[in-house]
Every structure is written in structure tokens, then in C-alpha cells.
């Protein structure tokens, strides 16, 4: 259960920054974490990041921490990824999913998600 579309992925320079959003639909978004993989060519999927209910808690990948940021709107049913300083091992397609809480998995069907490309 749980549908999400995500969008903001682009071609982005080494270094640069993207904001992606995430449109949930399906279940009552403001009871469930919420959270951003990735999965780049050839690799599993990996999470990001997660957020918890109301957004006061929030953990991270060791590899994005100090420059990614996660955060969610309860109202717009919606889940943002700010992603600053990118890097181009960092190129794949984002997807955001629901979860229970930040230390469960994910709970939706994936989405198509978005593509990021980090390259000169």
C-alpha cells in the first residue's frame, strides 16, 4: 500500500545541489516514517535517509551525513530530499518510501523514482 511519485532528479555538476520531492498518496502520510533510497547501475538499493513522524528526528546514510537533508510536510503529503555537494559516485535513481518507523523497512510499493546523474 502507499503510492509515491517522485520528481527533481536531473543532470547536476560534481559538487552541486538538487532538492527532490515526494508525493504520497494512499495512507495516512503523518503517521508513517518516511524515507529516501537510491540505487545506482549494478548496486542494491540503499537508504539515504529517514524521518520520523512529525520530522524531529531524522538519520542518515554514513556517506550523505553533514550534507543531505531530509524533510517532510504533513499537510502536502510530502517528503523532501536536499541533496548539496554531490558527488558523481552518487548518480542513481532516488526513491522515497513509507515506513513504520525509522527502524523498520519499507512498507509501499515502489515508485518509478527519479534520476540523478552527477557528471561534468
Known amino acids: 500500500q502507499g503510492q509515491f511519485v517522485e520528481s527533481g532528479g536531473g543532470l547536476v555538476q560534481p559538487g552541486g545541489s538538487l532538492r527532490l520531492s515526494c508525493a504520497a498518496s494512499?495512507?495516512?502520510?503523518?503517521?508513517?516514517?518516511m524515507s529516501w533510497y537510491r540505487q545506482a547501475p549494478g548496486k542494491e538499493r540503499e537508504l539515504v535517509a529517514a524521518?520520523?513522524?512529525?520530522?524531529?528526528?531524522?538519520k542518515y546514510g554514513d556517506s550523505v551525513k553533514g550534507r543531505f537533508t531530509i524533510s517532510r510536510d504533513n499537510v502536502k503529503n510530502t517528503v523532501y530530499l536536499q541533496m548539496n555537494s554531490l558527488k558523481p559516485e552518487e548518480t542513481a535513481v532516488y526513491y522515497c518510501?513509507?515506513?513504520?518507523?525509522?527502524?523498520?523497512?519499507?512498507?509501499?510499493?515502489w515508485g518509478q523514482g527519479t534520476e540523478v546523474t552527477v557528471s561534468s
Open positions: 494512499g495512507f495516512t502520510f503523518r503517521t508513517y516514517a
Open positions: 518510501n513509507a515506513q513504520l518507523t525509522l527502524a523498520t523497512g519499507p512498507t509501499g510499493d
Open positions: 524521518i520520523s513522524v512529525a520530522g524531529r528526528i531524522s
